[in-house]
């Protein structure tokens, strides 16, 4: 029977399912036949295959070829299907044995001349072809993406001709190198280092604390008070990535179409996208849905500079998101989730003219512009600070005992793995439950927040939030309880409200 089966991999999201090319040859008039719910990209493979195989020196059967890709309900998109196509026909008309493609996988684009080419989002095809324990001919352009994942069954395709000698055992592909140690060189941490910003001893400790808990941070000030800067230096405090964080940051990158450097592997990724952004570039979407910022973000910052010119409806879409930890989209073709657990950093002045002592806005129109961010949204922060204009004579001070951020990262380091031992999680991410067993509150303590909450006008959100904050601030100085001075910090912390609060008074 003229029939091959040869596994490759779909792209669905940071998923890779598993797709058969079934390849029959059977008797009529030639013809090409391409089914399996293949988009154009796809449909155009019968003419580069054909091409292909003819250039490569091989002999393309003329008769009628029926190309199923399997599952049929799995849509298909892009070049990759191409190599396991041609490969099937050579294995259906008896051109290289059919018993060489077992436990084998294959992906790949072709040329006409018959050469492997580069293919984008290949990455998660080799997590789910290791896990598989399948070995995987790609293409050599895409060699860096197998260096990241180091598996040794990965082998490298350059043109079929050669691909065919080995199927044929008469050669053998190039693969990894697994000798090979790539080396991530140092942050150098002199370029933006915490000790350069002049001033703001404030917000430098609530930047510490965002950074020791994970906590969202939203910073008030106006015009050129160092709010751009500090965000900048919250990359010096965090600690790198573990390598399988490291791998779900640089899969999300390759879905979308980024290449990952080695040397940036274990960087924690910072997105600052631009306030005339859409919903869709910065949650996520299109026809074939795509990861959007907040999914780059992942594990990493989102900075969100002049937060209050974003349109509203933009702002309020990553509210479930931050709750949540990745976004659901839903879309004709298919529904994708990505992950999307990021930090985010967002800046904006206190009124639409950048200054509230001096502003040349009346309160009614400051309202209206702080009534850009929602309520729900501004609740999702754990702290929000003012940055205020520097004293005279601050920036001519020859003082220079600053804190270096690699001081302050050491700190961060200890309080992350004082709360990963503790709780198997940041501080940010603790549950109710958690919060109430393993934080040690005192029950005074907790009346006392409770007590402020409601003075304040708060959520219960907010309440659990003011939490999360003070025990990281414990954290930070090595203190097994949570004590009322800690909880009073946490409530030191909440800039907007009293920024809300004074001008509903005036």
Known sequence: MALACVATRASSGVDAPAVTVEVHLSNGLPAFSLVGLPEASVKEAKERVRSALINAGFEFPMRRITVNLAPADLPKQGGRYDLPIAIGILAA???????????????????????????????????AASQADNRLVMPIDNRADAELVAFEKVLFATHLQSLAAYLHGQSELPSIDLGLEWITPNITLGEHCLSEVIGQQHAKQALEIAAAGNHNLLMLGSPGTGKTMLASRMMQLLPPLSYEEALEVAAIHSVAGQTLQQQQFYQRPFRSPHHTSSAISLVGGGAVPKPGEISLAHRGVLFLDEVAEFPRKVLDCLREPMETGEVSISRAAAKLNFLCRFQLIAAMNPSPCGDVDNARANVDQIQRYLSRLSGPFLDRFDITIDVPKLPLGALNSTDNQAETSEVIAKRVLAARETQLARSGTLNSELNGKQLKNEARFHADDLLFLEQSVNRLGLSVRSYHRLQRVARTIADLQQEQNVSRAHIAQALGYRAIDRLLASLKQN
């Open 93 to 127: 008309s008896k051109q290289i044995p059919l018993e060489s493609i077992e436990r084998h996988e294959f992906v790949g684009e072709l040329a006409l001349s018959g050469h492997v080419r580069y293919c984008s989002g290949i990455l998660p095809v080799i997590v």
